[in-house]
């Protein structure tokens, strides 16, 4: 059994003092009182006087090392006893040269393979638990937010077809001129969901306005698109609102 240490540092490596200053600040705030994370550099030792990371370089592997928590680049914070490992050293240096082939230094990806990816495979070979989840959070965070930002685009179309098909529905509705009848609304495109009742559709949009939803009042894609509904209903509407007028 040998025991496996994560060492973690700040990443002050910007080449200018006010940034590292900053990532310092960052670190302070967000780890130390708050508790979230931070902006973290890590390495593994394991067997002898020597940790182990990864970094960007432009041929060859990126997995490097040096002394424990003496990496010139970055400063240095703590270092945290994660388990002791079964594997001899025999095995440790066979994982390390698995590593090394399998992460080259132009892989290298500062949301989604970076030093704290690495150190959690390293754990994971050497059977013990991975870094703690604040040491990567933010890249963790600003990788997810990646994925998040592809999609962005085509989830705000499909919710506004949504919301403009509902308030169609919830005009026809309220103009009571199909109170009891299937409506058949237009399916947001590529969309193959079955047509709905107007009383589903209408208590569905009451739904988005007692959360906080209000109508647009810019000349968007969805005030655009309301403005397709049929005049007949829009006439309905302002008939009712007149006779409303005149009985008050």
């Not at 509902?166 to 005009?171: I, R």
Request: net charge neutral.
């Amino acid at each position: 059994m040998k025991e496996v240490v994560l060492h973690v540092y700040d990443v002050t490596n910007s080449g200018s003092e006010k940034t590292n200053n900053t990532i310092l600040q960052i670190n302070r705030i967000f780890k130390d009182r708050i508790g979230l994370g931070g902006i973290f550099h890590s390495a593994i030792q394991v067997y002898g006087e020597e940790e182990w990371s990864f970094g960007f370089c432009e041929h060859g592997s990126g997995v490097f090392s040096c002394p424990p928590g003496r990496n010139p680049m970055y400063t240095y914070r703590e270092c945290i006893i994660l388990g002791e490992t079964n594997c001899s050293i025999f095995k440790v240096n066979q994982i390390l040269r698995e590593l090394s082939q399998a992460w080259p230094g132009q892989s290298y990806d500062l949301l989604s393979k970076n030093c704290n990816h690495f150190c959690d495979a390293f754990c994971e070979m050497l059977g013990v638990p991975k870094i703690p989840g604040w040491v990567n959070r933010f890249a963790n965070a600003g990788d997810t937010a990646v994925v998040v930002a592809g999609n962005a685009a085509f989830r705000l179309r499909q919710a506004k077809a949504e919301i403009v098909t509902a308030s169609k529905v919830a005009y026809r509705f309220m103009a009571g001129l199909a109170p009891n009848s299937q409506a058949t609304p237009e399916p947001p495109s590529n969309s193959n969901r079955s047509t709905a009742s107007p009383r589903f559709q209408g208590a569905w949009f009451k739904n988005i306005v007692s959360i906080g939803a209000k109508p647009s009042t810019s000349n968007s894609e969805v005030s655009d698109e309301t403005d397709d509904v049929p005049l007949h209903c829009k006439k309905s509407e302002e008939l009712l609102n007149h006779s409303s007028k005149q009985n008050s």
